[in-house]
């Protein structure tokens, strides 16, 4: 039978925020390739809420995509959908526990769609979450279709959770497990269940793919690759899968060089950026996962104000599993304090535009969670991070970014003794000045941080370490 296509490629991301846009900008990379046709698989609700937050990267007449990206969108019985719990003991948010389960739901879909593609392609190829391998186990009955695992989380934190968990095979450099947070109060044990069911089904994959750079993480990629944790398994670096041709951090004029043919209008808070002088503002922003309580953000709020910087500030509740069900909490700020600081700092309470905002020449350092999204967003920007981790991988990622990499400076000395207590004003008015403003410390940690940042926007052109990683993926699979 005469195909189109050679390769099919199917990317089945885990159903949430962090996880779907990774693979979504994976997707968009693969697809650039000729001759390639990529399937991006998921539930209804989770699709559409992938290709809403996107901003502006699928738009089908952009001359930098050959090929559109087929979105697969299976329904799946519904599930609760509860509202978040700022108050909650661990910041896991065990509320979207529900909807990871309903992801069980798509193993039917996939092996159908699977096994019509494997009918009509030379070769199929599934790239699927670490999260979904229970999803996509049945690829071993078709014989030309071949797996590969995707991690969403750094090369450090997967190393250390690989080699704790068989039992540390080899001796590793006692820097790297210095004062390292545990795993306690980070995961709930639902989570901790769910992920340990994932991983018997991984074994028949290919290989590994992770949304690092050898530049960031060349260390603990070397690590990854010793046995007994490769298990022969052919491993590829090629993130950051955000889109970064899309700016330049060193424009004269304080526009970015963003085709604006498809942000009709852009975003206030970047109207508002590009009204400022560089490197003077911090963004907030604590992803799609955490909800902070009410006094917590009074401090944050007094913080903030004491510390005389300005700031944009992504200001939103944790997603629902289904975020377009009922309402979100409108987070309250303190009386009157919107207008005490309306000529300092903007509020973000819809959707904010991360990539563009790190990418923007006004914006000195980005108080984060630390989830390896908003990491290497900001890494490739040549931003510092204020690192403030909640919950999951983020303390692990907090001290890869602030003890190996030294691009940023962590809010918690010690993130097990304090991750239960509201972290005080004056705390984080110290760290604001101390990244931002004229001292040893800042000076040298924004010096690291723009470094980096070259570093890893040289890595993905042509001939740069990541763009070959890629290319030998390309390679690999087209073979």
Same mark, same amino acid.
């Given at each position: 039978?005469?195909?189109?296509?050679?390769?099919?490629?199917?990317?089945?991301?885990? /159903?949430?925020?962090?996880?779907?846009?990774?693979?979504?900008?994976?997707?968009?990379?693969?697809?650039?390739?000729?001759?390639?046709?990529?399937?991006?698989?998921?539930?209804?609700?989770?699709?559409?809420?992938?290709?809403?937050?996107?901003?502006?990267?699928?738009?089908?007449?952009? *001359?930098?995509?050959?090929?559109?990206?087929?979105?697969?969108?299976?329904?799946?019985?519904?599930?609760?959908?509860?509202?978040?719990?700022?108050?909650?003991?661990?910041?896991?948010?065990?509320?979207?526990?529900?909807?990871?389960?309903?992801? !069980?739901?798509?193993?039917?879909?996939?092996?159908?769609?699977?096994?019509?593609?494997?009918?009509?392609?030379?070769?199929?190829?599934?790239?699927?979450?670490?999260?979904?391998?229970?999803?996509?186990?049945?690829?071993?009955?078709?014989?030309?279709? #071949?797996? !590969?695992?995707?991690?969403?989380?750094?090369?450090?934190?997967?190393?250390?959770?690989?080699? #704790?968990?068989?039992?540390?095979?080899?001796?590793?450099?006692?820097?790297?497990?210095?004062?390292?947070?545990?795993?306690?109060?980070?995961?709930?044990?639902?989570?901790?269940?769910?992920?340990?069911?994932?991983?018997? !089904?991984?074994?028949?994959?290919?290989?590994?793919? !992770?949304?690092?750079?050898?530049?960031?993480?060349?260390?603990?990629?070397?690590?990854?690759?010793?046995?007994?944790?490769?298990?022969?398994?052919?491993?590829?670096?090629?993130?950051?899968?955000?889109?970064?041709?899309?700016?330049?951090?060193?424009?004269?004029?304080?526009?970015?060089?963003?085709?604006?043919?498809?942000?009709?209008?852009?975003?206030?808070?970047?109207?508002?950026?590009?009204?400022?002088?560089?490197?003077?503002?911090?963004?907030?922003?604590?992803?799609?996962?955490? *909800?902070?309580?009410? #006094?917590?953000?009074?401090?944050?709020?007094?913080?903030?104000?004491?510390?005389?910087?300005?700031?944009?500030?992504?200001?939103?509740?944790?997603?629902?599993?289904?975020?377009? *069900?009922?309402?979100?909490?409108?987070?309250?700020?303190?009386?009157?304090?919107?207008?005490?600081?309306?000529?300092?700092?903007?509020?973000?309470?819809?959707?904010? /535009?991360?990539?563009?905002?790190?990418?923007?020449?006004?914006?000195?350092?980005?108080?984060?969670?630390?989830?390896?999204?908003?990491?290497?967003?900001?890494?490739?920007?040549?931003? /510092?991070?204020?690192?403030?981790?909640?919950?999951?991988?983020?303390?692990?990622?907090?001290?890869?970014?602030?003890?190996?990499?030294?691009?940023?400076?962590?809010?918690?000395?010690?993130?097990?003794?304090?991750?239960?207590?509201?972290?005080?004003?004056?705390?984080?008015?110290?760290?604001?000045?101390?990244?931002?403003?004229?001292?040893?410390?800042?000076?040298?940690?924004?010096?690291?941080?723009?470094?980096?940042?070259?570093?890893?926007?040289?890595?993905?052109? #042509?001939?740069?370490?990541?763009?070959?990683?890629?290319? *030998?993926?390309?390679?690999?699979?087209?073979?």
């Amino acid at each position: 039978m005469a195909t189109k296509y050679e390769v099919v490629v199917v990317v089945v991301p885990f /159903p949430a925020q962090g996880h779907l846009n990774q693979l979504l900008h994976f997707s968009s990379l693969i697809s650039s390739y000729k001759n390639i046709q990529v399937h991006y698989v998921s539930t209804k609700i989770h699709t559409r809420q992938a290709k809403i937050r996107a901003h502006g990267l699928l738009n089908p007449s952009s *001359s930098s995509n050959n090929n559109i990206i087929h979105f697969h969108e299976f329904s799946t019985p519904s599930f609760p959908s509860p509202p978040p719990n700022p108050n909650s003991n661990i910041k896991f948010p065990s509320h979207l526990q529900p909807s990871f389960e309903s992801s !069980y739901h798509l193993r039917s879909p996939v092996a159908s769609l699977l096994r019509s593609l494997s009918s009509i392609a030379r070769r199929v190829v599934v790239v699927h979450d670490s999260l979904m391998a229970y999803v996509v186990q049945d690829f071993t009955s078709l014989p030309n279709v #071949e797996s !590969y695992n995707f991690h969403s989380v750094s090369a450090f934190t997967i190393f250390l959770f690989l080699w #704790e968990s068989m039992g540390k095979p080899f001796p590793i450099e006692a820097e790297i497990l210095d004062n390292l947070p545990s795993l306690e109060g980070c995961f709930t044990s639902e989570f901790m269940d769910f992920m340990a069911s994932q991983r018997k !089904y991984s074994k028949s994959d290919s290989g590994n793919i !992770y949304n690092t750079s050898r530049v960031i993480e060349g260390k603990f990629m070397n690590l990854l690759e010793k046995e007994p944790i490769k298990r022969n398994k052919t491993q590829w670096a090629i993130g950051p899968f955000n889109p970064m041709k899309i700016i330049s951090k060193t424009s004269t004029n304080n526009n970015l060089s963003i085709d604006h043919h498809h942000h009709h209008h852009r975003h206030k808070c970047l109207l508002w950026l590009d009204k400022q002088s560089p490197k003077s503002a911090i963004f907030i922003s604590f992803g799609t996962t955490t *909800s902070l309580k009410d #006094e917590q953000i009074e401090e944050l709020c007094i913080g903030l104000e004491k510390s005389g910087i300005k700031f944009v500030w992504a200001l939103r509740d944790a997603d629902k599993g289904d975020i377009f *069900s009922g309402e979100m909490r409108k987070i309250e700020l303190p009386k009157g304090y919107e207008e005490r600081i309306k000529n300092k700092g903007i509020i973000v309470r819809d959707w904010a /535009p991360q990539l563009e905002i790190l990418g923007h020449l006004s914006i000195g350092a980005f108080m984060s969670h630390c989830g390896w999204n908003s990491c290497m967003e900001s890494l490739s920007m040549g931003v /510092p991070i204020i690192a403030w981790p909640m919950h999951s991988d983020q303390p692990r990622n907090s001290i890869l970014i602030t003890k190996f990499l030294k691009v940023g400076i962590n809010i918690f000395n010690n993130w097990e003794r304090s991750r239960n207590e509201v972290v005080k004003s004056n705390i984080i008015e110290h760290v604001i000045v101390t990244i931002m403003l004229n001292n040893i410390e800042g000076n040298e940690i924004r010096r690291r941080a723009a470094e980096l940042g070259v570093a890893v926007r040289r890595s993905v052109v #042509e001939g740069g370490v990541t763009r070959k990683e890629l290319d *030998s993926f390309i390679a690999h699979i087209t073979r």
